[in-house]
């Protein structure tokens, strides 16, 4: 069955999570919405809908005029496999210590790695991006110079690659939290495929905004692979509830961004660890002094 994507691009948050609002009273209308903001420095937003039969071209225009967006790009999309797709294209990935692979993949793990599972069907945050092979990377770099973290937390966690890869090092529990329940449902089915049930907890929340993330703070390492945005919003909470000589693990960030991030968290008392580049994105590695 052939199915249709349409999506324009806006300069403010709020008037793209309102034009996704009106996209949804169409007729027909979405299977599902979304609003992105674009991570190319720009600073505007994208706003894209899913239909399962042609959307009406003359609604669409009409919406992108009212609410001030560039035209609506409609794209048809032909009946695909996507798991197997997905399959085919990812092939294992090895950063540092770690190993992340298919189950279609398994036969491949090397001797000395720490493998970590992630299948196609939940394939967003498997480590081919540079920001999760970077983290990955910048934890191994953390533990092969003898640091050792005992409290750990991954904010906006994803598939919890970041969080189980900790897992995997030290004994005890990480805390996984992300903002959004579909995200958090991916994180928990990893970890049990992971067998860190117990070791790995899943949360929804918004920052730190949870109780149990509250009552185990301070941390002494914690993730955030986000975006540029809400790494600078989110600095002076990381502030707040990473302990002294603590680390923070930051990505998501495009390379041109890296300064503006490295100011934000330096007004928070934090240090640069280290910095490098994969691609076009920079991790950073940055100790509460």
Same mark, same amino acid.
């Given at each position: 069955m052939t199915t249709f994507t349409a999506f324009t691009t806006l300069? @403010?948050?709020?008037?793209?999570?309102?034009?996704?609002?009106?996209? #949804?009273?169409? @007729?027909?209308? *979405?299977?599902?919405?979304? !609003?992105?903001?674009? #991570?190319?420095?720009?600073?505007?937003?994208e706003v894209s809908g899913y239909f399962l039969e042609a959307p009406d071209d003359v609604a669409l225009d009409l919406l992108a005029i009212s609410?001030? +967006?560039?035209?609506? /790009?409609?794209?048809?999309?032909?009946?695909?496999?996507?798991v197997a797709h997905v399959r085919?294209?990812?092939? *294992?990935?090895?950063?540092?210590?770690?190993?992340?692979?298919?189950?279609?993949?398994? @036969?491949?793990?090397?001797?000395d790695a720490i493998a970590l599972r992630i299948d196609a069907a939940m394939a967003f945050g498997t480590g081919h991006h540079g920001t999760t092979s970077g983290c990955l990377t910048a934890l191994d $770099?953390?533990? =092969?110079?003898?640091?050792?973290?005992? =409290? !750990?937390? @991954?904010?906006?966690?994803?598939?919890a690659v970041l969080a189980m890869a900790a897992a995997k090092l030290w004994p005890e529990p990480v805390l996984a939290s992300d903002i959004d329940p !579909?995200? /958090?449902?991916?994180? +928990? +089915? =990893? /970890?049990? /495929? =992971? $067998?860190? #049930?117990?070791? !790995? &907890?899943?949360i929804e929340a918004a920052g730190f905004g949870d109780p149990r993330l509250k009552e185990a703070a301070p941390f002494d390492l &914690?993730?955030?692979?986000?975006?540029?945005?809400?790494?600078v919003a989110l600095a002076p909470e990381m502030g707040r509830n990473c302990a002294e000589s603590g680390f923070v693990i930051l990505s998501g960030i495009l390379n041109e961004q890296a300064d503006e991030v490295v100011a934000a968290y330096q007004a928070q008392g934090f240090v640069s660890h280290s910095r490098k580049e994969f691609g076009e994105w920079t991790t950073l590695a940055m100790q509460r002094a």
């Amino acid at each position: 069955m052939t199915t249709f994507t349409a999506f324009t691009t806006l300069a @403010d948050r709020e008037a793209a999570e309102a034009l996704s609002e009106r996209l #949804e009273e169409l @007729d027909p209308g *979405p299977y599902g919405t979304g !609003v992105f903001e674009i #991570e190319d420095g720009s600073g505007r937003y994208e706003v894209s809908g899913y239909f399962l039969e042609a959307p009406d071209d003359v609604a669409l225009d009409l919406l992108a005029i009212s609410h001030g +967006a560039q035209p609506f /790009v409609v794209s048809e999309i032909p009946e695909t496999d996507w798991v197997a797709h997905v399959r085919r294209e990812l092939a *294992p990935v090895r950063a540092g210590r770690f190993f992340l692979y298919g189950s279609h993949d398994e @036969d491949k793990i090397p001797a000395d790695a720490i493998a970590l599972r992630i299948d196609a069907a939940m394939a967003f945050g498997t480590g081919h991006h540079g920001t999760t092979s970077g983290c990955l990377t910048a934890l191994d $770099d953390l533990a =092969n110079e003898g640091h050792t973290f005992h =409290n !750990v937390a @991954d904010i906006g966690c994803g598939t919890a690659v970041l969080a189980m890869a900790a897992a995997k090092l030290w004994p005890e529990p990480v805390l996984a939290s992300d903002i959004d329940p !579909v995200a /958090v449902e991916t994180a +928990a +089915a =990893n /970890v049990a /495929v =992971n $067998d860190l #049930e117990g070791r !790995v &907890i899943c949360i929804e929340a918004a920052g730190f905004g949870d109780p149990r993330l509250k009552e185990a703070a301070p941390f002494d390492l &914690i993730f955030a692979n986000i975006l540029k945005g809400p790494l600078v919003a989110l600095a002076p909470e990381m502030g707040r509830n990473c302990a002294e000589s603590g680390f923070v693990i930051l990505s998501g960030i495009l390379n041109e961004q890296a300064d503006e991030v490295v100011a934000a968290y330096q007004a928070q008392g934090f240090v640069s660890h280290s910095r490098k580049e994969f691609g076009e994105w920079t991790t950073l590695a940055m100790q509460r002094a």
